[in-house]
């Protein structure tokens, strides 16, 4: 169930010189918020710049002083997020979510390695919580162009049962971006899935390696979009799509919704390259009732009107 | 104080308010039905609907504009058997007012989703007719931009529907809107929705490529009400007597009594919809309150009723 709802911002802070943390109170949305959803937050007076801007959730905070309240990260790319980072305790947030299909969790006890890349690693903090809790042996390769875009390496050492950290600078860590020795890690790890979030390349990289190796990966895209709940088809993704046919199984590509299918896709379903060609390739007509491919061991099922949380 | 009449009739269709939900913006009402009762909606003009399901576009489809956004998301949509066997049935079960928009490359096209819509037609309240999308007999010319086709496209519906009420959405990028309009109601249009979206483009000034993978796309949101309000000024006063659903960057009640002040009997919420799903229900009650304050039993006084004089 998403909600249309009022937040106050309970605290701002920094991490690093880079990313601004904005926790607010909204316990509708964080008593039902799972990792990978995201919510949809209105900037400023909406007269010039009139979309939502979504952002993935980094921390949801269920206890102590603090609990009920969500924690956003974001660094400033235009007026919309200017304007967040200039906000402050007690202001009032307009806010929609939870939004989209989440990260699906292992179905039994599993290695996981989670790779990040810049701010885009926000929700593996979420995420790492969350297996945590269930049991679940959390594995981090974390990256950005420099020190100052690491988002929060310090919390990455104390979650990680292995971490890694790369700088593409080598100002930080290990020089070189977060898919580089990706394998060795794997196999030091004995990791069992990958879950990724951040830019569109590195997500390609690390899911042509899972693919090659046989590794189930689940990817949180970031793609532009004016709604965020399923209506303006404009953050679409190409995906490898199953549906039954009259005898068998048959495998078409359509134009999946990151903002209700997504943004957690399979990412060995989605066409990361050449897409636009593929789709127009692919004859068949765009499935009704087109589900997404399912992985070994991980529970995708459900509606895909539903996102995890419903 | 007495409570207003906010129902209208737009010709022969009686509408419980006049604050519809613009095609393309709202799905076909489940998403929405997350933040309101599509019941209480003046009416549910539904994504267009083609004769077989449409893939769209590639990406990106969509990027914000000053006080705007352009969209190129070529019609995704289910096609109208799926609309036919799913949305309706389960719109009407919402106690939802429905105006199906149809959409298609031919006139052939149109005239056979009607014929799939004709079983459901006592249910609809209306069909809108979307014929903003490149006409493929016409290569260079939306159907809307010819007096010749739109009339075309009018006359061959109404033959298949002529128990229901049709209303061509025209556009804005036209020299003379009249002429078009002229044609519209020659062939039996009982209704004008006026505007559809701006051609618009934009150019990332780093990577020199359109901002839309479709290159050139439709500008809607508060930048273009100005438009619309000259534009349904213009038809109104060249057909006092034709109903006219208005839209164009309504984003509140003063917003919707612009556009009928100048001529509109209803109004319908687009990109607006983005931003607040409620946005139709909140406009509706804004329109209430106004005639309260301002003494106006029913809406209907408020329509054409710009002061040029005096």
Request: hydrophobic residues 40%; glycine residues 10%; charged residues 20%.
């Amino acid at each position: 169930m998403m909600l249309l709802t009022r937040g106050e911002v309970l605290g701002h802070k920094r991490y690093s010189e880079h990313y601004h943390s904005l926790t607010i109170v909204a316990p509708e949305i964080g008593e039902r918020i799972t990792p990978g959803q995201f919510v949809n937050i209105k900037c400023g007076d909406g007269s010039a710049h009139i979309l939502r801007r979504p952002f993935s959730v980094y921390r949801v905070h269920k206890r102590g002083g603090w609990a009920s309240t969500i924690e956003i990260v974001f660094d400033i790319r235009g007026a919309g997020t200017r304007h967040l980072s200039q906000l402050r305790q007690h202001s009032s947030v307009d806010l929609v979510g939870p939004l989209g299909r989440g990260f699906a969790l292992p179905t039994r006890r599993a290695h996981c390695l989670l790779v990040g890349g810049g701010v885009g690693a926000a929700p593996l903090f979420f995420l790492a919580d969350e297996l945590r809790n269930d049991g679940h042996r959390v594995d981090v390769v974390l990256g950005a162009r420099s020190t100052r875009m690491l988002l929060n390496p310090i919390e990455v050492r104390r979650l990680a049962s292995i971490s890694r950290i790369t700088t593409e600078d080598g100002s930080a860590g290990e020089r070189g971006r977060v898919t580089d020795g990706l394998e060795e890690m794997m196999e030091r790890c004995e990791t069992e899935i990958i879950y990724t979030c951040g830019p569109h390349p590195m997500l390609e990289a690390v899911s042509k390696v899972c693919v090659d190796k046989e590794i189930p990966v689940q990817v949180a895209v970031e793609e532009l979009m004016a709604c965020g709940y399923g209506v303006c088809m404009t953050c679409v993704m190409p995906v490898r799509s199953r549906r039954r046919g009259k005898d068998e199984v048959e495998e078409e590509v359509i134009y999946a919704r990151s903002c209700t299918e997504g943004p957690v896709f399979n990412g060995a379903a989605v066409l990361w390259n050449g897409a636009a060609e593929a789709v127009a390739k692919d004859q068949s007509e765009l499935s009704p009732t087109g589900v997404p491919v399912r992985q070994s061991f991980v529970d995708t099922s459900g509606d895909e009107h539903a996102p995890p949380g419903n | 104080m007495s409570p207003v009449d906010l129902s209208v009739r737009v010709g022969s269709v009686e509408l419980k308010n006049p604050v519809l939900v613009a095609s393309g913006t709202f799905g076909s009402g489940r998403e929405g039905a997350n933040f309101l009762e599509v019941g209480q909606v003046g009416g549910i003009i539904t994504k267009s609907m083609t004769l077989v399901p449409w893939k769209g576009k590639p990406t990106p489809r969509m990027c914000e504009t000053p006080s705007g956004m352009l969209n190129a998301i070529g019609i995704q949509n289910k096609g109208v058997d799926y609309f036919v066997s799913q949305d309706l049935p389960w719109l009407l079960n919402s106690k939802a007012t429905v105006i199906a928009s149809i959409a298609g490359n031919t006139v052939d096209e149109y005239v056979k989703v009607a014929d799939k819509l004709r079983t459901g037609a006592r249910e609809l309240a209306a069909v809108e007719l979307n014929i903003s999308c490149p006409n493929l007999e016409d290569r260079n010319n939306m159907f809307a931009h010819s007096p010749d086709a739109t009339a075309e496209v009018v006359s061959e519906v109404k033959r298949a529907l002529p128990r229901v009420a049709v209303w061509p959405k025209l556009s804005p990028n036209v020299t003379s809107l009249t002429a078009i309009a002229g044609a519209a109601l020659e062939a039996g249009a009982d209704g004008l929705s006026l505007i559809n979206t701006l051609f618009g483009m934009a150019i990332d000034v780093e990577s020199r490529r359109p901002k839309l993978a479709g290159v050139v796309g439709g500008l809607s949101g508060p930048a273009i009400k100005p438009i619309a309000v000259r534009a349904i000024h213009e038809v109104h006063r060249a057909f006092p007597h034709v109903p006219i659903i208005g839209q164009g960057g309504v984003t509140s009640a003063e917003d919707a009594l612009e556009l009928m002040m100048a001529g509109a009997s209803a109004v319908a919420v687009g990109t607006h919809n983005f931003v607040n799903p409620r946005a139709s229900v909140d406009v509706a009650q804004g329109i209430a309150s106004y005639m309260q304050s301002h003494d106006i039993d029913s809406v209907v006084d408020l329509v054409g009723m710009v002061k040029l004089e005096g």
